[in-house]
Structure formats: structure tokens, C-alpha cells
């Protein structure tokens, strides 16, 4: 989702981490994903504070041009969402490993489900890259991650979830815009107030856009004389993407980067900050973890997220405009990776071994089978330990009669496999 540099990660916040299960047949892999129908917080409810701020923002919408008759319809049936604030406090990008996230934003199953509808796009995509200069790939793993390729588009209210959040005061100046800038799309006719759904932020659409993103960037590309991210056709919400990150400063015919391999005993700089030159990358032993060498577009850095001898990257000035659109380096590496998985490159040449528990990913998905077969529901096999697979152990060792802990182990894998 299309948020400020100085903002925060809220793109893919609907994203379950108990991850996705691949059902076939050509239908979207099911998604936990939050939904007023099922998450009772995030029902309207009432607050009395709340209800004044309302009436306070009320006079300042209108003094910015808001009509009464569009703040009335906006608002209607919306109302304060506890869950969008606890949401907003725990988000996937800065709360798993590089290793978890990717099990989340970008497995296998949504490769295989994702590829058919990225062809289907892709002469769209080209026509859309001829005018901002944003390669195909990197569009469709923005749809991919955001939306699951249109699939999971959200079912949050946006003007709830943003007056609740500007609100409850933390991020209150930002959101407070982003209300402002929902309502205009509503006294505009770009879409109707019952259109306005999307994640727990007010992301919206097929690439999940901010109302601010949306007023500063939405693009009518397909020329139906409509601004439209909403409906099933995703060309304009894919066009307003491209169009950010060309402003954002995305360099035409580069990459973001690459996955490296680097030299037993390497002692030379790590992250972001640490740009250096292609060549002297080279003199210090990286290269390309599938061959080749390494590409020259400017000033790079070295990443590796979860130390040396596991996934490392050399990113280029392009990743950076990918966290333009989400400030998480996780999100800016998910980002690239399916974006080449998309362009037919295949998985890490490099693993990420096994965690502090002693099991790999592997591992972790046969413990989760195991518990589930065994009627302990731990969720989807994914790997990604959750509070649903810490219930699921902690139910098998009480019932087994063993020390209630909650932690995987090699030993609690061995029992149930």
C-alpha cells in the first residue's frame, strides 16, 4: 500500500499469519484475513470520545469543502473500530523474520495461483511500463502481495478505520488527511461510499492504495473516464502504482537487486546505509548466488537480514523506491522476490537453516501436520509459528503429559512425526 517515506508499513496488514491454503479448481487460496463479518473488533462500537472528535472533524471537512451531504453519507452506518487500532500496533512486516515473511506473502501456492492471472495482464502491464517505466514483474508482485492478485481486495470500511485511527491520535495528523481525501473521492463521484472498503489502514483496492496515494497518483489508463482501483479490472489500480513509483524516482531498465552470495569471513558492511560502489562489492567477494556477475546501476548495499551465510541481497537505488510504497525492508525483499519468481526465477539458492529451535522451515510445517492430524488444529502447514500452532503444542503436551510450554522442539517433532 502507497504510504509516505515518513509514514508507516500498513500494506499488507491483511495478511494472516497463519498464511494461505492453496484450494484449486482456479479459486484464490483461502486467507484469514480481517473481516467485519468475523472479527467482532472490527465492529462499529461505541465511544463517547470518539463520537465528539467525529463531530469536531465534522466542521473542519466542511471548512476544507466537504458538503454536508457527502460527510453525512460517508459516515453513515461507519463508526469506531477497536480492532484497526491493535492492528495497526502489530504489523507483519516488522514483526516476523525475512524467513517467516516470505512463507507468508509469497509461497508456492500463490505462485502457481498468481502466474495465470499475471499472464492474463501481461500486455496491460507492458503498455503501462512503456509510459511510467515500471517492469511488468514488479507490478504484478505488488498485486500479488497487496491483494492476492485482486483476490482479497479487503472488506473494512475506510472512513471507519481512518477516523478511528486519526482518533485515537498516534498517527491522528496523517489519517486525519487520509479521511479528508476519502471523502473527496466520494463528492467527486470516483466511487460510492459503499465502495470505499479495504484493509485495516484504508488501503483500498487492487494494489491497495491510500485515499492520499489515490488523489495524488490514480491514473485512467484504460480511458473509461473513471479513476476506478475498485472494480475487478485492476488496469487503472495497477497504472496509479506504476505511476508513484516513477515519481517516487524509479529508474527505467534497472533492477532492484539480487540475491548474493558472500565470502566465508566477510567482515566488510551490512544494511542500508552502507552503499558502495558495484566494483567494490566485486573486490570484496560478492557475487550472484545464481551466476553472472554483478550488475552496475550505481551505488548498492549489502543486506543480510538474518546474518551472514543465510539470504543475503545486494539492493540498488530502485529498492529504495519500493519502500517508498512501504517502509519495511522485508516488504521491499518480498517485493523483489516474487517479482523475479514472476519473471521465472526460481526460489533462494541460499537457506535459511534451522531456527532457535533447531528445525527448519521443513520442520515446522511436519510439526503443524503432525498436531493437526492428531485433532490439534495448528492451522495451516505453513512454517510460521503462531498463536494458533503455540495453542495447538501446548493442547497436545497437556493432553500428552508433558511440561505445558507452548515451544516447538526436535523432540516434540519426533513424537508426532
Not at 451531504?69 to 491493535?86: K, N
Not at 484504460?222 to 515519481?247: C, H, Q
Request: with cysteine; proline share 6%.
Amino acid at each position: 500500500m502507497t504510504i509516505s517515506r515518513r509514514a508507516f508499513s500498513i500494506g499488507i496488514a491483511a495478511i494472516s499469519l497463519s498464511g494461505c491454503v492453496g484450494t484449486g479448481g482456479g479459486r484464490a487460496p483461502a486467507v484469514a484475513r480481517p473481516d467485519p463479518a468475523t472479527d467482532p473488533d472490527l465492529r462499529p462500537q461505541p465511544n463517547a470520545s470518539y463520537d465528539a472528535w467525529v463531530a469536531a472533524f465534522r466542521d473542519r471537512a466542511m471548512a476544507q469543502g466537504i458538503s454536508a451531504a457527502t460527510f453525512d453519507a460517508g459516515f453513515r452506518g461507519q463508526g469506531y473500530l477497536p480492532g484497526v487500532i491493535e492492528r495497526d500496533r502489530n504489523q507483519t512486516e516488522f514483526k516476523r523474520s525475512l524467513e517467516d515473511y516470505l512463507a507468508i506473502v509469497a509461497p508456492e501456492e500463490k505462485l502457481r495461483f498468481g502466474k495465470p492471472l499475471y499472464a492474463r495482464q501481461i500486455g496491460t502491464l507492458r503498455q503501462i511500463e512503456d509510459r511510467y517505466g515500471v517492469p511488468p514483474h514488479i507490478l504484478g508482485a505488488v498485486w500479488g502481495l497487496e491483494s492476492y492478485f485482486g483476490t482479497k481486495r479487503g472488506t473494512i470500511p475506510v472512513i471507519s478505520a481512518t477516523s478511528t485511527l486519526a482518533w485515537e491520535g498516534r498517527r491522528g495528523r496523517f489519517f486525519e488527511s487520509n479521511l479528508m481525501d476519502a471523502l473527496r473521492i466520494i463528492q467527486t463521484g470516483d466511487a460510492r461510499p459503499a465502495q470505499l472498503v479495504g484493509s485495516w489502514a484504508g488501503a483500498m483496492g487492487h494494489t491497495q492504495l491510500i485515499p492520499n496515494a489515490y488523489q495524488a497518483n490514480a491514473v485512467d489508463f484504460n480511458g473509461d473516464g473513471k479513476r476506478d482501483i475498485w472494480t475487478e479490472d485492476p488496469t487503472d489500480a495497477l497504472a496509479s502504482t506504476a505511476r508513484f513509483l516513477s515519481r517516487a524516482g524509479w529508474r527505467r531498465g534497472q533492477t532492484w537487486g539480487l540475491e548474493v552470495t558472500v565470502p566465508n569471513g566477510y567482515s566488510g558492511p551490512t544494511g542500508r546505509g552502507n552503499t558502495r560502489s558495484v566494483a567494490t562489492w566485486r573486490d570484496l567477494g560478492l557475487r550472484p548466488a545464481k551466476g553472472g556477475s554483478l550488475p552496475d546501476h550505481g551505488s548498492a548495499a549489502l543486506l543480510a537480514p538474518m546474518g551472514l551465510g543465510r539470504p543475503s541481497f545486494l539492493v540498488y537505488h530502485n529498492f529504495n523506491m519500493i519502500l517508498r510504497y512501504n517502509p519495511s525492508e522485508n516488504y521491499g525483499l518480498g517485493i523483489g522476490y516474487l517479482a523475479d519468481r514472476l519473471n521465472g526465477g526460481g526460489p533462494l539458492s541460499a537457506g535459511f537453516g534451522p531456527d532457535q529451535y533447531g528445525l527448519t522451515l521443513d520442520d515446522r510445517k511436519a510439526l503443524q501436520r503432525g498436531l493437526t492430524q492428531r485433532g490439534f488444529d495448528a492451522g495451516t502447514p505453513d512454517g510460521v509459528l503462531g498463536k494458533k500452532t503455540e495453542a495447538a503444542i501446548r493442547a497436545y503436551q497437556q493432553e500428552q503429559g508433558l511440561p505445558v510450554t507452548g515451544t516447538p522442539s526436535r523432540d516434540l517433532l519426533r513424537r508426532l512425526t
